[in-house]
């Protein structure tokens, strides 16, 4: 099997080893292996669910396929948000530093030169 097919369970339960699901799918398991995994599959709801969607593939490939059409789906969103997050993200506005700077420059120059011609 491919090791991509491998991952599809990965946080799945630690009882189930990978290979032994997929070999359980593809019939290379001995009947006392397939026995084991059936018995792991009692006690985890969320290894019967996957193992039965993996049933639902005709095509051993087809797995495989969407599970790289759900990775470029999960990269466009996750590149959306970035694009967002970045946005939002406050540009540098150097010219309107250097206005402030200035503006205050001004201000006190001229309360200086009042200063000097009211005194």
Do not use: C
Request: hydrophobic content about 40%; cysteine-free.
């Amino acid at each position: 099997m491919n090791d991509d097919l491998l991952n599809i369970l990965s946080n799945s339960n630690k009882d189930i080893d990978n290979q032994k699901l997929m070999d359980y799918l593809s019939d290379k398991l001995s009947a006392e292996e397939k026995h084991e995994v059936e018995k792991a599959l009692v006690d985890s709801d969320l290894a019967s669910d996957a193992l039965d969607g993996l049933r639902e593939f005709k095509n051993k490939k087809d797995p495989l396929i969407f599970a790289e059409e759900l990775n470029r789906h999960l990269q466009t969103q996750l590149q959306k948000k970035k694009t967002a997050k970045e946005k939002r993200k406050l540009k540098p506005m150097n010219w309107v530093y250097f206005t402030i700077i200035l503006l205050i420059l001004l201000i006190v120059i001229a309360f200086f030169i009042v200063y000097k011609y009211l005194s």
